[in-house]
T-cell receptor, first 115, second 113 residues
Framework: DVKVTQSSRYLVKRTGEKVFLECVQD?????MFWYRQDPGLGLRLIYF???????EKGDIPEGYSVSREKKERFSLILESASTNQTSMYLC??????????????FGDGTRLSIL | GQQVMQIPQYQHVQEGEDFTTYCNSS?????IQWYKQRPGGHPVFLIQ?????EVKKQKRLTFQFGEAKKNSSLHITATQTTDVGTYFC?????????????FGKGTHLIIQP
């Protein structure tokens, strides 16, 4: 069974801090994704990656960056945290295909609060 | 860009009643996926539809993909308390599959015993 593990369930940081959210998957998936989930807005894609060292902007990349140094690990970075980045962050991975979407497997999420 | 609209946002039903959520896209979709998120949990993949007019069933759940591949629906027959949660549809961000998914905002199913 696919396991996507996010490093923290809850995290509290201060405005202006640099924040790292870590995600690891154990299924050798090429594709990894970061979403944020807010009430009434659903899931919105921040960044995704199809391979090591590769990254693509999603729909709301502003204020975020990512790192994919190893295939199994995809990190989301808040360069200078702001209160409007308080949210639930979900990491997901999927198997390899550039021709059709494969099912995405989600981690349990990190509820991040920026004070 | 690609937009996926989902209605209703909330649906209250009595246990045993049926439930339907609808998904509409601004563009033709190559495929559509459905996910369920239990309260406090994470989205879990339910099914993928690919063919025009496709209908798939999973026990009490029936999924349909429209003939024009721009709309889809999920119907639950005789709801049970285990069906509580938020149901999301998701389509490709681009015409093919190379740019991830765009999710609808979800339908929250609330069941009154």
């Amino acid at each position: 069974d696919v396991k996507v593990t996010q490093s923290s369930r809850y995290l509290v940081k201060r405005t202006g801090e640099k924040v790292f959210l870590e995600c690891v998957q154990d299924m050798d998936h090429e594709n990894m994704f970061w979403y944020r989930q807010d009430p009434g807005l659903g899931l919105r894609l921040i960044y995704f990656s199809y391979d090591v060292k590769m990254k693509e902007k999603g729909d709301i990349p502003e204020g975020y960056s990512v790192s994919r140094e190893k295939k199994e690990r995809f990190s989301l970075i808040l360069e200078s945290a702001s209160t409007n980045q308080t949210s639930m962050y979900l990491c997901a991975s999927s198997g390899n295909s550039i021709l059709s979407n494969q099912p995405q497997h989600f981690g349990d999420g990190t509820r991040l609060s920026i004070l | 860009g690609q937009q996926v609209m989902q209605i209703p946002q909330y649906q209250h039903v009595q246990e045993g009643e049926d439930f339907t959520t609808y998904c509409n896209s601004s563009t033709t979709l190559s495929n559509i996926q459905w996910y369920k998120q239990r309260p406090g949990g994470h989205p879990v993949f339910l099914i993928q539809l690919v063919k025009s007019g496709e209908v798939k069933k999973q026990k009490r759940l029936t999924f349909q993909f429209g003939e024009a591949k721009k709309n889809s629906s999920l119907h639950i027959t005789a709801t049970q308390t285990t069906d509580v949660g938020t149901y999301f549809c998701a389509g490709p961000r681009s015409g093919g599959g190379a740019d991830g998914l765009t999710f609808g905002k979800g339908t929250h199913l609330i069941i009154q015993p």
